[in-house]
């Protein structure tokens, strides 16, 4: 357990479905991220919040919106994806600067 | 941006040490190595981190070269559930903020053979 929860642990949707990942972090962090890793591919960052603050939207398309309500929680919402959007979605939180992040378990979605 | 080059896979021998390289040869001054691993299907997991000094934790010890061009990740005796993906990740500078912004590879595939 590292301290990073993640829910569904599992999802199928369709693609004109709309969905939410959430991610809550029980760590005291002022950071937290969203990663994407598709099959045979490295982790890719998605989004990172700062103090509830986006710092960061690495051109991940629209149809991909996060929402960061307090330092303990992040969600990620889905709608209208796309079958290559299925994928590992993986949180993660840390303290800040140069400090180590935390992941959770992530959430395998399947777009059919 | 600084990079990193692994070996695509390794092998060791349960209980034997299992040694780890990375090359980070355009590292920067104020750049940490970071090593995580990501056993398979499960999120990445921090194992430790440095800057210019060797470090050691109750997981593994990590060895920088004084040029800090390389590294090595030492788990001392390695036992089949150490069977990961390894990864070394050299950190962007801040870009404002309380964040840390990590690169993940490609990777080395470690197997720990009985």
């Known amino acids: 357990e590292t301290g990073v929860t993640q829910t569904p642990r599992h999802l199928v949707m369709g693609m004109t479905n709309k969905k939410s990942l959430k991610c809550e972090q029980h760590?005291?962090?002022?950071?937290m991220y969203w990663y994407k890793q598709s099959a045979k591919k490295p982790l890719e960052l998605m989004f990172v919040?700062?103090?509830?603050?986006?710092?960061e939207n690495n051109s991940v398309p629209s149809r991909f919106s996060p929402e960061c309500p307090n330092s303990s929680h992040l969600f990620l919402h889905l709608h209208t994806l796309q079958p290559e959007d299925s994928a590992l979605y993986l949180c993660?939180?840390?303290?800040?600067?140069?400090?180590?992040?935390?992941f959770g378990p992530g959430t395998r979605l399947t777009v059919t | 941006d600084a990079k990193t080059t692994q070996p695509p896979s390794m092998d060791c021998a349960e209980g034997r040490a299992a040694n780890l390289p990375c090359n980070h040869s355009?590292?920067?001054?104020?750049?940490?190595v970071y090593w995580y691993r990501q056993i398979h299907s499960q999120g990445p997991q921090y194992i430790i981190h440095?800057?210019?000094n060797n470090e050691t934790n109750e997981m593994a010890s990590l060895i920088i070269t004084e040029d800090r061009k390389s590294s090595t990740l030492i788990l001392p005796h390695a036992t089949l559930r150490d069977t990961a993906v390894y990864y070394c990740?050299?950190?962007?500078?801040?870009?404002?903020?309380?964040?840390?912004?990590?690169?993940f590879g490609t990777g080395t595939l470690l197997a720990v053979q009985p």
């Open positions: 993660a939180s840390g303290p800040g600067l140069n400090y180590e992040q935390y």
């Open positions: 760590l005291g962090h002022n950071a």
């Open positions: 919040y700062s103090l509830e603050e986006r710092v």
């Open positions: 355009t590292i920067s001054g104020n750049e940490y």
């Open positions: 440095g800057l210019k």
């Open positions: 990740i050299v950190s962007l500078k801040n870009y404002g903020g309380a964040t840390n912004k990590l690169i």
